[in-house]
């Protein structure tokens, strides 16, 4: 019987739509979270096909009480929640750090760090409340590819990883699993708009890495880990 409540953020397409569908087979109830409305409804039909309740939540991780809300509407509904996955990013560009274009900074900063934080925070009671919750943060990690015209993009995913083990270790002692996972080249928008005019018949499809990271999310035990994938 299923039981689990999820919630996948940047559940419109990539990985995070790729998770959502994966999740369907398992769970009783995924929210799925992105502001593309449309995506995100394509997301949905797919997902309620495969016998899993699903509500839509069309939200700007930016917008001022909007996770603050989001939570508070959930937990009225639920109490807990089961797997959360972190899956929402964007990036605008590569540069060298003295082109940086500070609004585009300040855009990845908003989303793919402060929204994660308002996540966790908003989401920590509920997930404390399941019985044995997973917690999944998609990132990426600094390597050699990434020491030139990354700096708009690398820092701060660096900081939330980093905020993201402290957060684990302070919670080694609870039900919560929290652990990041950082894929190896993806077909998606996203890697589109760093890798523009790349052979796409050499990297993976969303589905391919979706499959191995739920694996990971359900089958990993330990917290605070980082795990490749690829």
């Not at 397409?13 to 799925?32: D, F, M, P, T, V």
């Not at 999944?136 to 590819?145: E, F, P, T, W």
Request: charged residues 25%; proline residues 3%; hydrophobic residues 40%.
């Amino acid at each position: 019987m299923r039981k689990l409540n999820c919630l996948v953020t940047g559940a419109s397409s990539g990985i995070g739509r790729a998770l959502s569908i994966e999740l369907a087979k398992i769970a009783k109830h995924i929210y799925i979270v992105s502001k593309n409305t449309q995506k995100l409804e394509e997301t949905h039909d797919i997902v309620v096909q495969m016998g899993c309740e699903c509500t839509i939540v069309p939200l700007d991780l930016r917008l001022e009480m909007g996770i603050e809300n989001l939570s508070k509407e959930i937990f009225k509904k639920d109490k807990s929640l089961d797997i959360m996955i972190l899956s929402a990013g964007v990036i605008n560009e590569l540069s060298p750090v003295e082109s940086i274009n500070l609004t585009n900074l300040k855009n990845i900063f908003e989303v793919n760090y402060l929204a994660n934080v308002r996540m966790i925070q908003c989401f920590h009671g509920m997930l404390k409340n399941s019985e044995k919750s997973k917690l999944a943060l998609i990132s990426s990690k600094m390597h050699s590819a990434k020491a030139q015209y990354w700096g708009v993009y690398q820092p701060i995913m660096t900081a939330i990883n980093e905020l993201f083990l402290i957060y684990a270790n302070e919670n080694k002692n609870t039900n919560i699993k929290a652990n990041i996972f950082c894929p190896d080249a993806v077909d998606t928008k996203f890697r589109e708009i760093i890798m523009p005019g790349e052979d796409k018949s050499k990297i993976k499809k969303p589905k391919q890495i979706a499959s191995k990271i739920l694996n990971q999310i359900l089958n990993i035990n330990s917290t605070g880990k980082i795990s490749d994938i690829s």
